[in-house]
């Protein structure tokens, strides 16, 4: 194996940026330029430092190119894993609220049915019950339907993420977006994922956890992003959730969070609660990162 591709598929294991990469690549430049230049001149004076630099330039950047390649296999095989984690979460919505639902319904039909001639009062009962799981799933039916089409760009990050908690979290558990440090300077693409990530956090709160409280905190500093989605449920133990399953919830927040270039920490114990952290770097001016 190329030395450059090995260094490369430890560094994107390791979750460095090739941005780090570049910027050692610039201090490789700057450190062994002088030193070729004057080994150069004193042994064959015939070449000018331009063509040194140009040479030196094309053997790093090369070299730089090749240990790059791993890095972006990792962020497809991420992005696939996070695509595939999104449409099993689809999937089991449309099985467990939707398709129950109107398997019950069907059932409640059939008892309708069945004691319509001979019991029309317990039949009336059966019609009614039936109505409500018809109900029940198209709710649940328009609910994925939303939350498919939701489009921070048009609403804002808070935004979104209050409506999502207004329409999700069950009745009687408190919930609160706050904000503080203003909105955050990121790409609309980026603030798509930031929130699919949070709402993962969330789901996984109400459908786990049973919390009585809910709260997520957006945070802009100077040169980062900080979300972090709170519950006060029954917690658990992430080591061990994290050795035996290596799919799911958990392993999605942490592919997306690098996917963005960020990282994401999960806290929690039994019994006290759990902790999603999200920390993102910020751009300057010029596009480049600041973290």
């Not at 917690?235 to 960020?262: C, H, M, N, Q, Y």
Request: hydrophobic share 40%; aromatic share 4%; charged share 25%.
């Amino acid at each position: 194996m190329d030395p450059s591709t090995d260094l490369g598929e430890q560094r994107a294991r390791s979750g460095v940026h090739p941005t780090q990469s570049l910027h050692a690549a610039s201090l490789m430049f700057e450190a062994l330029f002088p030193i070729l230049v004057e080994a150069v001149d004193t042994a064959d004076g015939s070449r000018t430092q331009v063509e040194l630099g140009i040479a030196l330039e094309r053997e790093i950047q090369g070299r730089l190119a090749v240990g790059s390649i791993p890095y972006v296999n990792l962020l497809l095989t991420k992005l696939l894993s996070s695509q595939q984690d999104e449409r099993s979460r689809i999937a089991r919505d449309l099985h467990d609220r939707i398709a129950h639902g109107m398997g019950a319904a069907l059932q409640q039909l059939d008892l309708f049915d069945h004691y319509r001639s001979r019991d029309p009062g317990r039949a009336e009962n059966h019609l009614a019950t039936a109505r409500a799981s018809i109900k029940a799933s198209f709710d649940s039916t328009r609910q994925v339907s939303a939350d498919l089409w939701v489009r921070v760009s048009e609403q804002g990050l808070s935004e979104a993420l209050a409506s999502y908690l207004d329409t999700t979290v069950p009745e009687g558990t408190s919930t609160a977006v706050t904000v503080s440090g203003g909105a955050p300077n990121l790409l609309d693409e980026v603030k798509q994922e930031v929130y699919i990530l949070l709402r993962e956090a969330v789901r996984n709160a109400v459908i786990h956890a049973k919390p009585t409280s809910v709260t997520v905190q957006l945070v802009t500093e100077d040169d980062r992003f900080r979300a972090v989605v709170r519950d006060d449920g029954c917690g658990f133990d992430v080591g061990a959730v994290t050795a035996i399953k290596t799919v799911g919830g958990l392993a999605s927040i942490r592919e997306r969070a690098t996917l963005l270039g960020g990282r994401a920490t999960i806290t929690a114990d039994p019994g006290a609660g759990t902790t999603v952290e999200l920390l993102l770097p910020l751009h300057d001016g010029s596009g480049r990162r600041q973290w």
